[in-house]
């Protein structure tokens, strides 16, 4: 980052100019293309291959290709010219977010991504390396058999002329290999469109409870070739109406359908009224103008099997899906450990072993734990998308259609997310580039098996400079301690805080706040409390008017503590044209024991992770003053009691290198 360029990350992943959003595959190669990065000054085993969406024009979402670097440890990074462009009928309106993986048995990559066709109508595609013995894979060739997939003949084998997807609504295929060679297909999927009383309600029943689905392996112990694609779901009613029938009424030709209104009152009332049950308004019931039904969106994920990625099938029934979100978007699907402290291959599973399903929607990266039964293809979830109570989110910030891989070298998986701007598209254009891509962090599921945690990976510690330190220093109440000696706006923070003996001091919990983000906006970094805000303020001026707040605050819920974590953008920037909305998220610590804080800040990048990484929230700030130099960093208590902060380590942080091919020069 350069004076004229003061919110361009150090060692967050960007390219040199322009925009950016997906991260799309991401595939670790093996030892033999290592020679190539032999003349850089520091290298490792294992050689990582990046692609994301891009546009080659501008600073704006367009002309979407897939651009591409390479880099052997995840921080370095060379970036090559773009993979694979726009220029066919079937992908000439943008070539979308799809994955990366090894073909198996030839161990040859192949690109499986989402063409937007000369009319927005969005089908598969498959693109393989036109040199195999060039170890950058630069030139990508895309298959003459292209589209490999389309949205058409959906789930009611009855009804083939029905395309139960829409077809601007198709998107974003995603390896998701299971280790189910032999697969006996469920049968339940066709009944999703309503056309028959018993499929009707069999479906009813099978889809309240666990998702079923099919899915494909090539071979075992192979990333290969599922793929999940999100449609919708369809209801005859999205209220009470169950066990519905309908008949041909020969005389008017029409089909007409009614269904069973059940009580929404107690059995006792029932008794007292003297009846229970209503038959609905019979109904014409007609297929829609456009061949598609009447629906409302329901996101889910689809499966495909195909055993060459040139022919698919797609599976009757979705792996899963959700009556309450909207369309999904980049799906993702993974085993995690119960009991070990590694990451696993795609196809891993056994009893111990859960599944995570991602879906992107509605801003955000949300996921789902269940178990996957490999036998009968069942999905069954813990808790649902959307739960009331806990909605798990990858990032409670700024994160969005993030993508996993396997790094089968360190035996660990790898996520990354594309986090967006918040100033204006003007600014954007000023700046010429738009969109970072976060720190790759290392994904593993939580003791408990409730939650996923994730920490940034180890190799970002390379690039630690200066260190400062501070152990055993207690923050007053309504104090601030300048954190200095060390380049604030280029930094890596690990901090604990100790908190008193909690009993009888701690702000009640209001128990209608269940949203986090919410009461970090009542309860921001300016409004006092017993026990916090305390935490940090990064990128922050001298004077404190500009500043940052990564905080955390204490409540007594009803029965137990409630531990709120904040990241409070409201005071980033004199500038008025930002966004600076207020994130928040309930971190599951126990608030006795040390609470723990990393903070990467990069510039106008903030990377959070909380009680060693059980939650996590990413901000971008534009602060006018507190830049490059002019950038402090503080840890403060705004709470009436005194914390003490047990271990604070900082680093000034180096610069990653990024490299063009060619010009072998730095990129920007
Ligand atoms: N971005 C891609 C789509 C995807 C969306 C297009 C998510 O494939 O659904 O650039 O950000």
């Known amino acids: 980052a350069g004076a004229s360029q003061p919110y361009r990350t150090a060692y967050h992943f960007q390219p040199p100019k322009n925009w950016m959003n997906d991260p799309n595959g991401k595939v670790p190669l093996s030892d033999k293309f290592l020679y190539h990065f032999s003349r850089w000054p520091m290298y490792h085993k294992g050689v990582y291959h990046l692609f994301y969406q891009y546009n080659p024009y501008a600073v704006v979402w367009g002309n979407i290709s897939w651009a591409h670097s390479v880099s052997y440890n995840l921080i370095d990074w060379m970036h090559l010219d773009n993979a694979i462009n726009p220029t066919e009928s079937y992908d000439i309106n943008g070539c979308f977010s799809g994955s990366a993986t090894i073909f198996p048995g030839v161990e040859k990559p192949v690109i499986l991504y989402t063409g937007n066709n000369f009319e927005n109508h969005q089908v598969q595609n498959l693109a393989v390396p036109k040199n195999m013995s060039d170890p950058l894979l630069r030139e990508w060739v895309k298959s003459d058999r292209n589209p490999v997939m389309a949205p058409v003949n959906g789930m009611n084998p009855m009804m083939t002329s029905v395309n139960d997807i829409k077809p601007d609504m198709y998107r974003d295929p995603t390896t998701a290999s299971v280790p189910n060679l032999f697969y006996t297909a469920v049968i339940i999927g066709s009944q999703i469109n309503g056309m028959e009383l018993l499929f009707f309600i069999e479906v009813k029943i099978l889809l309240a409870g666990p998702g079923v689905g099919i899915l494909f392996i090539c071979q075992p112990k192979q990333e290969c070739g599922s793929v999940l694609i999100f449609t919708l779901q369809l209801r005859y009613d999205y209220g009470m109406f169950y066990a519905s029938k309908t008949f041909y009424d020969c005389d008017k030709k029409r089909r007409i359908l009614w269904g069973w209104v059940t009580e929404a009152d107690s059995k006792s009332d ?306 008025r044209d930002v966004d600076k909305k207020i994130f928040g998220a309930f971190l599951d610590v126990d608030p006795s024991q040390r609470i723990s804080l990393r903070t990467l800040i990069d510039h106008s990048m903030l990377e959070s992770f909380g009680g060693e990484g059980k939650a996590c929230i990413t901000a971008r700030v534009h602060p006018e003053l507190a830049i490059e130099n002019k950038s402090h960093l503080y840890a403060f208590n705004y709470g009436t009691e005194s914390i003490t902060i047990s271990s604070l380590r900082a680093w000034s942080m180096k610069k990653a290198q990024m490299y063009r091919a060619l010009a072998e020069k730095a990129a920007d």
């Not at 014409?284 to 022919?311: C, E, M, P």
């Not at 594309?418 to 738009?434: L, Q």
């Not at 260190?467 to 060390?486: A, C, D, P, Q, R």
Request: net charge positive; proline share 3%.
């Open 270 to 575: 029932d008794i007292k009224k003297g009846w229970s049950g209503i038959q609905s308004i019979p109904r014409t019931v007609l297929l829609d103008k456009k061949g598609k039904h009447q629906i409302n969106g329901h996101g889910a994920a689809i499966l495909y099997r195909s055993k060459d990625f040139v022919s698919w099938t797609r599976s009757r029934n979705p792996l899963y899906l959700s009556t309450k979100t909207g369309m999904w978007e980049c799906p993702d699907f993974y085993p995690v450990s119960s009991r070990r402290r590694i990451g696993l291959h795609s196809s891993f599973n056994d009893r111990k072993t859960k599944h995570v399903l991602k879906a992107s929607f509605s801003d955000h990266d949300y996921y789902v734990i269940g178990n996957y039964d490999s036998k009968t293809d069942r999905y069954s979830v813990d808790v649902d998308f959307m739960d009331t109570i806990r909605q798990l989110r990858y990032d409670y910030g700024m994160f969005y259609a993030s993508k996993t891989f396997y790094d089968c070298d360190k035996k660990r998986r790898i996520l990354w997310g594309w986090v967006t701007e918040a100033d204006s598209k003007s600014d954007d254009i000023k700046k010429g580039w738009s969109g970072i891509q976060s720190i790759p962090r290392t994904v593993l599921l939580d003791k408990t098996g409730k939650q996923l945690v994730q920490y940034p990976i180890k190799e970002l510690e390379k690039l630690r400079a200066s260190e400062v330190s501070l152990h055993n220093k207690e923050i007053k109440g309504g104090t601030v301690l300048e954190i200095s000696g060390l380049t604030a706006s280029q930094a890596d923070i690990e901090v604990s805080f100790q908190l008193p003996n909690l009993e009888d001091r701690v702000e009640l919990m209001d128990k209608k706040s269940v949203d986090p983000q919410q009461l970090c906006s009542q309860k921001n970094s300016s409004v006092k409390g017993v026990l916090g805000p305390f935490g940090l303020l990064a990128l922050t001026s001298k004077d404190l008017t500009e500043q940052t707040a990564i905080f955390f605050r204490i409540f007594k819920g009803h029965d137990k503590y409630v531990v709120l974590m904040c990241s409070d953008q409201s005071r980033s920037s004199l500038k």
